[in-house]
């Protein structure tokens, strides 16, 4: 029967370790399999659903073979999307973006981090997963309070170990410390646990908000690697000591035209220009692009706090020639200049101060405005952040916080100094 | 079961699985073709050949999201959401389709009387 043969192909290709075919294979298989049973439930013979099932579905190679060159295509199109790693967002992200808006209206999602739905607690539950090379937790000095990191053992075809993030350690298992060796399915994986990182280790993604709840070894001999067509990886290193930015600029620059001459098809972007590798620092990749408009902000804002010191300092003045006649009343009947000067400062302190807290509660409401109506594009700005919610908002409150409160210290010493001067 | 009018039913595929998959939370495949058939009162019956490849598609292109979560049976299957630019396309394309059909219907409508 040709409903029969299919089945079998299908179960032999099931074998085969082609992780793409394999969600094929599985996703038609459910088709067929359930709608076989619910076939049988309305009374049919096993034979009769089977066959009526295969009817209904049609022609099954054709469609296994016109899924692969769509999941193909998807694939090269996203990046390995779904599938696969980041450590640094480095610029290919610009050009790609570019391209696949030019292409749809959809939204390109360009960090390769791999969402996988853990499943072994009460329900399933989505992490964000990143899959690292060897070297990675060495470079960055990546410390477990748990278990191990990864070994060279590990990174073997699949990732069969996970190790979990402090936030995912204590949010999904309760700080569970008997963790290490238990096995939770990861993407429909078992993946045994062997360690848990420290919460004193922030990650670069974390840094930038985005901090990850598994890492799983990522096995660069995978065939899926060894296609030269994706440029899905970003890659971080530490740079020798007296070595600059501009010295590895140098030295990538000549590697990526070696590259170019060696594959002049496939290291290309997406223009089909010569690919150039970028290097970054973390810092700038943290702030992006945002620091000389920042810088910009900051100066119109500190112009604009002077203006307002000296528009204060006009009013204080003002009252303080009203103020002349009292002032030579108090003198006369016989106050101390200290007396006097204290009962000025007295007043003006009041003013400041109070001024500063009216400051201090519209920053507050300011941030707080900022934060929820915040258009993106300045890093660590918005609530994005995963594991630390609440640090980047009381960093910018604090730096408003700061800011006021040397603004009312100027204009305060700005106040005593012309009142000094008067008397 | 749509019989010979296939040809004309491949493009609205697309449509009918966007449509289909705002009344309700993330389904997979079997289902989204099962609740067309329901919904078209048995008239549409989409064959996983032209299904599958559809929904992949539209997934490649933003549109649709799938992933990989335990059926109401216990088994692996991929269930698919609409995305906010599924959402965006879907009415974009629905108004687009319509005056299409209406146009051709218009033209048929007006044929059919002068035969």
């Given at each position: 029967m040709d409903g029969r043969s299919g089945w079998k192909r299908l179960f032999r290709l099931e074998e085969s370790h082609r992780h793409l075919n394999r969600n094929i294979d599985e996703e038609i298989m459910f088709h067929l399999e359930s709608r076989i049973e619910s076939l049988m439930e309305e009374g049919m013979k096993e034979e009769e659903a089977r066959a009526e099932a295969h009817r209904e579905f049609g022609e099954i190679e054709s469609t296994r073979e016109q899924l692969a060159r769509i999941d193909n295509r998807n694939l090269r199109r996203r990046t390995i999307g779904d599938a696969l790693s980041t450590v640094l967002p480095i610029r290919c992200r610009n050009t790609a973006n570019g391209k696949s808006e030019a292409l749809f209206t959809a939204r390109w999602?360009?960090?390769?981090s791999r969402p996988s739905n853990y499943i072994g607690g009460e329900r399933p539950e989505r992490l964000s997963g990143i899959m690292v090379t060897p070297e990675v937790f060495q470079i960055l000095d990546t410390a477990t309070i748990l278990g191990r990191i990864f070994l060279a053992?590990?990174?073997?075809?699949?990732?069969?170990v996970v190790i979990l993030g402090h936030s995912t350690w204590r949010r999904?298992?309760?700080?569970?410390?008997?963790?290490?060796?238990k096995t939770i399915i990861l993407s429909g994986h078992p993946t045994v646990i062997i360690g848990v990182l420290d919460p004193g280790w922030v990650s670069p993604r974390g840094l930038m908000g985005?901090?990850?709840?598994v890492w799983l070894p990522l096995d660069v001999t995978l065939p899926e690697f060894q296609?030269?067509?994706?440029?899905i990886l970003e890659v971080i290193a530490r740079l020798k000591p007296g070595a600059s930015i501009k010295t590895a600029q140098a030295e990538m620059n000549r590697l990526a035209v070696t590259l170019n001459e060696e594959m002049p098809d496939t290291f290309v972007d997406w223009e089909g220009n010569p690919r150039r590798i970028p290097i970054i620092s973390l810092q700038s990749a943290i702030t992006g692009d945002i620091e000389s408009p920042l810088l910009l902000l900051l100066g119109a804002v500190s112009l604009l706090l002077a203006i307002a010191c000296a528009n204060v300092a006009n009013l204080v003045l003002a009252r303080g020639t009203e103020q002349v006649h009292e002032i030579g009343l108090r003198f006369a009947l016989g106050a101390s200049r200290r007396r006097l000067m204290g009962q000025l400062l007295t007043e003006n302190a009041l003013l400041s101060v109070s001024g500063g807290m009216i400051g201090i509660v519209i920053a507050v409401f300011g941030v707080w405005i900022f934060n929820t109506m915040?258009?993106?594009?300045?890093?660590?700005?918005?609530?994005?952040?995963?594991?630390?919610?609440s640090s980047t908002r009381s960093r910018m409150g604090i730096s408003r916080f700061s800011e006021l409160t040397c603004a009312d210290g100027n204009s305060f010493l700005e106040m005593s100094c012309l009142i000094r001067f008067q008397l | 079961m749509a019989g010979s009018s296939n040809n004309l039913m491949y493009g609205s595929v697309d449509l009918l699985i966007l449509k289909t998959l705002t009344f309700g939370g993330p389904m997979h495949g079997l289902a989204i073709g099962e609740e067309i058939r329901k919904l078209s009162r048995d008239r549409l019956q989409i064959e996983g050949n032209a299904l599958y490849p559809s929904l992949h598609r539209l997934e490649g292109k933003g549109l649709l999201k799938g992933e990989w979560r335990i059926s109401e049976k216990g088994r692996r299957a991929r269930f698919y959401v609409l995305t906010t630019a599924g959402q965006k396309c879907l009415r974009k394309d629905m108004k687009e389709w319509i005056s299409h059909t209406d146009a051709v219907r218009y033209v048929l409508e007006l044929a059919a009387g002068e035969v």
């Open positions: 999602e360009p960090s390769p053992d590990d990174f073997n075809g699949m990732p069969q999904i298992f309760g700080e569970d410390r008997s963790i290490i060796g985005e901090e990850v709840d296609s030269t067509g994706y440029y915040n258009p993106g594009g300045i890093p660590m700005a918005d609530g994005r952040s995963k594991s630390s919610p | -």
